[in-house]
């Protein structure tokens, strides 16, 4: 993969988002519903719910809407639904599920950005109420922004099962059911896909639509300028 000064070199990067206040919440993410949409996904694909919270600390029948979870667990959660769950859509429906939820809390406050633009940025901006393990960074070109997808937590070194392209996929899922929801209509984002054209292309399209481009230097969403 191209390193991302590179593959990104010539474009403007947009302006750094400002930072939420730091609260002892800070670096904690919300568990009640990531724990459940994942279990309901994983179980009727075959997995045993003893396995996906095996070596994770999160015990299903403790958890409350106050319950906080760490990166570290987090991780070890998805690395645990990716080795065990049947079926290449697990990602993107785990993160469908989770698009509805944090619209029905709420989360974010996107129900007052004014366009897609904003939208996507209050949602990056705000990444630890939702999946921390993906960070973006923003470009301007003449007719288009650009984020690029960034492996916070290097995701991509922990076990042998791929887990950055599955906590990518979840989170680009979880993005665009939380937008069509919002807007109601049919989103014109494009993006790019670091990775060869695999054999589900019809689930990249199902969940995040026809304008998907594999084979591309870097992860990313793009938004053509309204």
Same mark, same amino acid.
């Given at each position: 993969?191209?390193?991302?000064?590179?593959?990104?070199?010539?474009?403007?990067?947009?302006?750094?988002?400002?930072?939420?206040?730091?609260?002892?919440?800070?670096?904690? $993410?919300?568990?009640?519903?990531?724990?459940?949409?994942?279990?309901?996904?994983?179980?009727?694909?075959?997995?045993?719910?003893?396995?996906?919270?095996?070596?994770?600390?999160?015990?299903?029948?403790?958890?409350?809407?106050?319950?906080?979870?760490?990166?570290?667990?987090?991780?070890?959660?998805?690395?645990?639904?990716?080795?065990?769950?049947?079926?290449?859509?697990? !990602?993107?429906?785990?993160?469908?599920?989770?698009?509805?939820?944090?619209?029905?809390?709420?989360?974010?406050?996107?129900?007052?950005?004014?366009?897609?633009?904003?939208? $996507?940025?209050?949602? !990056?901006?705000?990444?630890?109420?939702?999946?921390?393990?993906?960070?973006?960074?923003?470009?301007?070109?003449?007719?288009?922004?650009?984020?690029?997808?960034?492996?916070?937590?290097?995701?991509?070194?922990?076990? !042998?099962?791929?887990?950055?392209?599955?906590?990518?996929?979840?989170?680009?899922?979880?993005?665009?059911?939380?937008?069509?929801?919002?807007?109601?209509?049919?989103?014109?984002?494009?993006?790019?896909?670091?990775?060869?054209?695999?054999?589900?292309?019809?689930?990249?399209?199902?969940?995040?639509?026809?304008?998907?481009?594999?084979?591309?230097?870097?992860?990313?969403?793009?938004?053509?300028?309204?």
């Amino acid at each position: 993969m191209i390193a991302c000064s590179m593959a990104t070199q010539g474009l403007t990067q947009g302006p750094e988002l400002s930072p939420a206040p730091v609260t002892k919440l800070d670096k904690v $993410i919300p568990a009640y519903h990531l724990v459940h949409a994942v279990l309901d996904v994983a179980i009727p694909r075959g997995a045993s719910k003893d396995k996906i919270l095996r070596g994770t600390g999160i015990f299903d029948d403790s958890l409350t809407m106050d319950t906080r979870i760490s990166a570290k667990q987090c991780i070890a959660l998805l690395s645990n639904v990716r080795s065990q769950c049947q079926g290449n859509d697990v !990602s993107f429906l785990i993160g469908k599920s989770l698009g509805g939820v944090w619209l029905r809390e709420d989360v974010a406050n996107i129900k007052d950005s004014q366009n897609l633009e904003q939208a $996507i940025e209050v949602l !990056s901006a705000i990444r630890w109420e939702s999946i921390p393990l993906v960070s973006f960074k923003r470009f301007v070109l003449q007719d288009k922004y650009i984020w690029v997808l960034q492996d916070t937590m290097g995701c991509e070194k922990r076990g !042998s099962h791929k887990l950055w392209p599955f906590i990518a996929q979840l989170y680009l899922s979880m993005l665009v059911a939380l937008l069509k929801q919002w807007t109601g209509t049919r989103l014109p984002l494009g993006f790019t896909i670091d990775s060869d054209r695999p054999r589900n292309v019809q689930d990249f399209e199902t969940y995040l639509g026809l304008r998907v481009t594999f084979n591309a230097p870097l992860m990313s969403i793009t938004l053509p300028k309204s």
